[in-house]
Structure formats: structure tokens, C-alpha cells
């Protein structure tokens, strides 16, 4: 398959538990970005990568999320202290340069 | 930022009949224009785009067209199938290329 992969695709976790999630990108896409969606919603703009540089923040990343994409290959999102609200479906996306493709997604629920 | 406001919100035609579905944009520096398919439970999928030096694209039975000075940008589906039934996403690429989506179109084709 040489689509956007991600993992895992569900997570359940308890309040205040760390969760990473990972992005395999299109392997000839340098650019990697992240999204939120919740139910009913389009999806909101996290952070953008271009090879292992991170571009962009929105101001949706609090200082409990942080994302990595070591050798501008696959990324990891991680989500300290996890509360709530971050419960969403988390989506990885791959272009270049304008046709973005989106992985299946890591649904995370926090209880 | 940039903000993109899609109507209608819900949808229902005729299988046969033809769906259109509205975006209008905020950011006058846009460039591109993409339109995402979403089934449920799956990821968004790219069905067609557009950017901002043309003003219509067509790819069989989907068309697109954009009024760069409206800031306006349209979906057409034609000929509808009951497979067309889902959650359809306008979204406008702004700086770095990051996606700002519209609130999405729950489009129905009745058989």
C-alpha cells in the first residue's frame, strides 16, 4: 500500500496518560501535515512539516502536544496529560505540493 | 486566518438530479481549492481541485468552479448515485499550504 498510513487507528486512554500517535507518509511527499476532526466538523489544521522541519503551529497545539518528524520520513504526534476535550479523530496528511492525501486516522478517546 | 463558510449543510436529491454544493473564502492570497469526499468512518478522499489561474475543471460526472473575485467556489454532481451519498468538504490552502475546511454538506441521493 503506498498511501498515508497511521497508528494505531483507535486508542482509548484514561485522563492524564501520554498517547503518541504515528504518520507514515507517501514516501515521495516532503510535506506532512497534521489535523484534528471532530464529529460532525471538517478537519482543523494541527502542524505542518516540510521534510523534518516543522513549519507550522497552529494555535489549537497547546504545550501539551508535540509532534516530531525525525529524517523528514514518518511523524509522531504525542498528547501529554491527556484530558477530554482531546478526544477527536486525529488525521496525517501528505503532499507535494498541493494534493494533500489523508491517512485512515487515529480515533483517540480519553475516559 | 482563513475562514471558509459551505452551504447547505444538508442535502437531499433525486437519484438522477444534480447537487450543488457552495464555498466562500476569506483570504484573497488562496490558491487552491480542493474538494474531499467523506464516508463514514473513513478517511477524507481527495475527488477533485482546482486553482486559482483557472476557472472551472471538470472530471466526469464532478465539476468545479471557482469566481476568484467573489471568493466564491462551487461543486456540481451530476447525474447523482446513491454511492454519492456522504459528507462533502470544501477547503482553501493558505500560507505554508495548510487546509482550512468548511463545516462540510451531508449530501443524500434518494433511489
Not at chain 1, 503551529?57 to 482531546?86: H, M, N, V, W, Y
Not at chain 2, 464555498?23 to 477524507?44: H, I, M, V
Not at chain 2, 464532478?62 to 476568484?68: D, R, Y
Request: with cysteine; hydrophobic share 30%.
Amino acid at each position: 500500500d503506498t498511501g498515508v498510513s497511521q497508528d494505531p487507528r483507535h486508542k482509548i486512554t484514561k485522563r492524564g496518560q501520554n498517547v503518541t500517535f504515528r504518520c507514515d507518509p507517501i514516501s515521495e511527499h516532503n510535506r506532512l501535515y497534521w489535523y484534528r476532526q471532530t464529529l460532525g466538523q471538517g478537519p482543523e489544521f494541527l502542524t505542518y512539516f516540510q521534510n523534518e522541519a516543522q513549519l507550522e503551529k497552529s494555535r489549537l497545539l497547546s504545550d501539551r502536544f508535540s509532534a516530531e518528524r525525525p529524517k523528514g520520513s514518518f511523524s509522531t504526534l504525542e498528547i501529554q496529560r491527556t484530558e477530554q476535550g482531546d478526544s477527536a479523530m486525529y488525521l496525517c496528511a501528505s503532499s507535494e505540493p498541493y494534493e494533500q492525501y489523508f491517512g485512515p486516522g487515529t480515533r483517540l478517546t480519553v475516559t | 486566518g482563513e475562514n471558509v463558510e459551505q452551504h447547505p449543510s444538508t442535502l437531499s436529491v433525486q437519484e438522477g438530479d444534480s447537487a450543488v454544493i457552495k464555498c466562500t473564502y476569506s483570504d484573497s492570497a488562496s490558491n487552491y481549492f480542493p474538494w474531499y469526499k467523506q464516508e463514514l468512518g473513513k478517511r477524507p478522499q481527495l475527488i477533485i481541485d482546482i486553482r486559482s489561474n483557472v476557472g472551472e475543471k471538470k472530471d466526469q460526472r464532478i465539476a468545479v468552479t471557482l469566481n476568484k473575485t467573489a471568493k466564491h467556489f462551487s461543486l456540481h454532481i451530476t447525474e447523482t448515485q446513491p454511492e454519492d451519498s456522504a459528507v462533502y468538504f470544501c477547503a482553501a490552502r493558505w500560507a505554508l499550504g495548510q487546509l482550512t475546511f468548511g463545516s462540510g454538506t451531508q449530501l443524500t441521493v434518494l433511489p
